[in-house]
């Protein structure tokens, strides 16, 4: 128990005072797929860095809700936003495909802050140091996730000295060449050395990642060989059975910066001007739960992504949370929402036992939801990111 509560303080301290995530951890190329988006849905998706929110919006969705407890990451959205409407695409490239803006003193001021809500200005005003050239190179070498990919980085070019290698399994034009390149340079063994698997173990760490304690339990239990094992397999799919060669969410992580071929959605100059002409007037962030947002609005809901915040839900007393949750996503939802969530675990069929009101009557999710599982399967091979144990997508039939 005591381990417990120091874990959940370190985890809630590191997520208080910070931007977690500087980039979003879900491909949205999936999500494209699993939602069907029209301009008639409405989509509520967790924040996170803000950048599927963006994606949403550009592959047609009427409008995008982008709900986050943690205002640091709203602020980064808005960032995001402000800059598309208000910047040219080379100052845009500049800023977040680089993730370091040389003259942010003079655009900040004149083109970004005046447009900033009052809560975002004070927040930029203070933190415009994470784009600002210095001993990292930039944004995402920073923040919480990104302290992590720079201590990566640090441990891959001083320690294991394998850059070459890197950079050579990013450059492969295909699978073949990286399955042969990662056997050629033996990254397996370079990679997992004792220091490694060591931090890897660690409450402390895998809070930087935003992994929580229920989170991490979840995969020990459930993951053959537990919490290492889980990343090991993940790693190594990634280098060699998934293309790099698109794969922005692992290349901005090793490098430090995107490329014009593996960047978001948003970041591509072909979506820069639908961006400026009115489809970032399409996504508004919120400072809430989730459960306090969908009470709260006077909109229903057609579409729902959930990240994978239901694990951190899935144990008691945080069950409650996660009922009164749904209970909630219940009552908004039209007659053919679809929710998409991911999990740590092998099944994110977690939920199905949790029980909600329905027209009056007690009925578990599981008669509620209605699964497209071969579909889910079928695209959660192919994610890039590739750190996640399931993928769900359901309609929710009440």
């Given amino acids: 128990m005591v381990v417990e509560r120091l874990s959940k303080t370190w985890f809630n301290l590191v997520h208080g005072r910070n931007i977690v995530y500087n980039q979003c951890w879900e491909d949205p190329r999936l999500d494209r797929v699993a939602l069907e988006l029209t301009p008639k ?3 509520v998706v967790i924040t996170s860095a803000g950048c599927n929110a963006i994606d949403y919006a550009l592959a047609g969705a009427g409008h995008v809700h982008a709900v986050d407890m943690n205002p640091k990451q709203n602020h980064l959205l808005d960032l995001k936003l402000v800059g598309a409407k208000h910047l040219d695409y080379e100052t845009y490239w500049e800023l977040f495909g680089k993730g370091c803006l040389r003259d942010w003193n003079t655009v900040y001021p004149k083109l970004l802050r005046p447009h900033l809500a009052p809560d975002a200005r004070v927040f930029w005003d203070h933190k415009g140091s994470l784009f600002r050239v210095g001993r990292r190179k930039s944004f995402y070498f920073r923040c919480t996730s990104g302290t992590f990919a720079w201590f990566v980085n640090y441990y891959i070019n001083r320690i294991a000295k394998m850059r070459d290698a890197v950079n050579a399994l990013l450059a492969a034009e295909n699978v073949e060449q990286q399955r042969s390149l990662f056997e050629q340079y033996d990254l397996a063994k370079k990679l997992w050395k004792p220091m490694i698997k060591f931090a890897m173990r660690r409450d402390v760490t895998l809070s930087l990642l935003g992994v929580p304690r229920a989170q991490r339990r ?8 537990g919490i290492l094992q889980f990343v090991v397999d993940r790693v190594e799919a990634v280098f060699t059975k998934i293309p790099l060669k698109d794969n922005y ?9 995107y490329s014009p071929e593996a960047c978001p959605e948003y970041l591509k100059r ?4 639908k961006l400026k002409n009115g489809v970032a007037d399409q996504v508004t962030s919120h400072t809430n739960t989730v459960q306090g947002f969908l009470e709260q609005s006077e909109h ?7 990240l994978d915040h239901m694990d951190w839900l899935s144990k008691d007393p945080a069950k409650k949370i996660l009922t009164a949750e749904w209970q909630a996503i219940v009552n908004k939802a039209t007659p053919d929402a679809r929710v998409l969530w991911r999990s740590a675990g092998l099944d994110g069929t977690f939920i199905n036992p949790i029980e909600v009101n329905v027209n009056g009557q007690k009925k578990k999710l599981a008669d509620i939801l209605h699964y497209n599982q071969p579909l889910a399967d079928e695209l959660h091979a192919k994610d890039r990111v590739h750190t996640y144990g399931s993928f769900c997508i359901a309609d929710l039939k009440k």
């Fill in 41 to 43: 849905d409405r989509v």
């Fill in 249 to 257: 969410a692992w290349r901005v992580y090793l490098t430090g910066e």
């Fill in 218 to 225: 979840q995969i020990d239990e459930g993951y053959p060989g």
């Fill in 300 to 306: 229903p809901i057609s579409r729902l992504v959930l």
């Fill in 270 to 273: 072909e979506n820069f001007e």
